[in-house]
Every structure is written in structure tokens, then in C-alpha cells.
């Protein structure tokens, strides 16, 4: 699933516009719209994409096909594994998850 974030951040009288952001379910960079519309679709997903300072407003969701293999955590929430990797918090933050 790839979330698509509109960031809404007010950064005063600086010149700085807002664009669109593609973050897939590992909280990685996909894709970017900047301010002028141009949509960039990256080679590889970038890490370290951050939201720390900045607001987004949650604009909807696209399916990516096959999420992987679907566990239920210990909170209730449902996580996806697929090609060693989780979409729980625990493994985007250290690398490693009880759910693998």
C-alpha cells in the first residue's frame, strides 16, 4: 500500500512550497509532486525520508498489488511480511521484528 501525503507545514515568509509525498509501508520515499506538479518516481525507495517539523494531511491510499504474507501484532493491528522485511514500527525503526 503506498500513502500519499500532502504536507501542509506553514514555513512562515520563507519561499519554501509544499509537495506530495509517495511513502510505501516501510515509511519509505517512492515518489514525490513538488508544488509545480511534476510527478518523480524514484529508482529506489529513499530511507530516510522524514516527517519530523512538518505536517501532512493524509490525502488517500493506492493499493501496490501483493502486500505479502498478512500477522496480526500484539495491539490487534495487522502487519505484512514480504521479502524479509515487516510493516510493523518495530522494524522501521530497528531493522528487526518479532513478526519475521
Known amino acids: 500500500m503506498i500513502t500519499i501525503l500532502k504536507e501542509v507545514t506553514d514555513w512562515g515568509t520563507g519561499s ?3 509537495g ?3 511513502v510505501n ?3 519509505y520515499l517512492v515518489a514525490y509532486t513538488p ?3 511534476v510527478y518523480k518516481k524514484f529508482k529506489e525507495p529513499i530511507k ?3 516527517k519530523a517539523r512538518r505536517k501532512f494531511e ?3 491510499t493506492v493499493d501496490n498489488g501483493d502486500r505479502g504474507i498478512a500477522v496480526e501484532g500484539s495491539n490487534g493491528n495487522t502487519y505484512y511480511i514480504k521479502d524479509g522485511k515487516c510493516t510493523c514500527p518495530g522494524f522501521k525503526f530497528r531493522g528487526s ?3 519475521l
Open 97 to 99: 521484528c518479532k513478526h
Open 16 to 18: 519554501v512550497s509544499n
Open 58 to 60: 493524509n490525502v488517500g
Open 35 to 37: 508544488a509545480n506538479g
Open 25 to 27: 509501508d516501510y515509511g
Open 20 to 22: 506530495t509525498y509517495y
Open 48 to 50: 530516510q525520508f522524514s
